[in-house]
């Protein structure tokens, strides 16, 4: 009796364990639980395929130039934008944080449009669109840190019109960055010239006082010697 209770329950098993074969459960025996639904094996190997192709598609576009590279999230203004000096790059981020009135690192349409009223060059719509999309690298409709310091660049090197927003933005910006080149590659690197001229000054300067300041150290040093000579002499 328990052989064929035992066979029955194996009966039954196989019965729901393979429910498109078309069997049944015996007649009178009572349904097992309904197993829980299993997800298909082939889900996460589909979603592995799609990944990668999505990966090599992207990189065959790259290398096709039909799509931009992704950028590092890592930005260092310092060394991506050698021309500036560093005083400039901080002036340049504390305006730029000046007018990022939502603290979230970007410039948008509407603060850039405040910007450029207070900065007394009001720009239409259409001209505030058209600002962001001449240093828009990354296409998301505003500005971060790295393309607001391209502006600068740009103007620096001359690749500006000058009757662009952007130029009005270098030159009524607040900061004196005509010093860096705003107008043009030709300025940019006479100031850059004058600014060595200026460094070197202060260096051959600074070492003129080094060198005066060593000097008075040596002669006090004499009078020193001389004295104790003199009080040696006496105490003798």
Known sequence: ???????????????????????????????????????PAWAPTARADAELSAQLNRRLDINEGAARPRRCRVFHPYSEFPEFSRRLIKDL????????????GFIDLMELKLMMEKLGAPQTHL????????????????????EFLLIFHKAAAGELQEDSGLMALAKLSEIDVALEGVRGAKDFFEAKVQALSCASKFEAELKAEQDERKREEEKRKVRQAAFRELKAAFSA
């Open 93 to 104: 981020e504390s305006m730029f944080k000046l007018y990022d009135a939502g603290r979230d």
């Open 127 to 146: 001209g505030l669109k058209s600002m962001i999309k001449e240093v828009d690298e990354d296409f998301d409709g505003k500005l971060s840190f790295r």
């Open 1 to 39: 009796m328990a052989s064929e209770e035992l066979a029955s329950k194996l009966q039954r098993r196989l019965q729901w364990e393979e429910g498109d074969s078309g069997l049944q459960p015996a007649p009178g025996a009572a349904p097992d639980p309904e197993p829980q639904p299993q997800p």
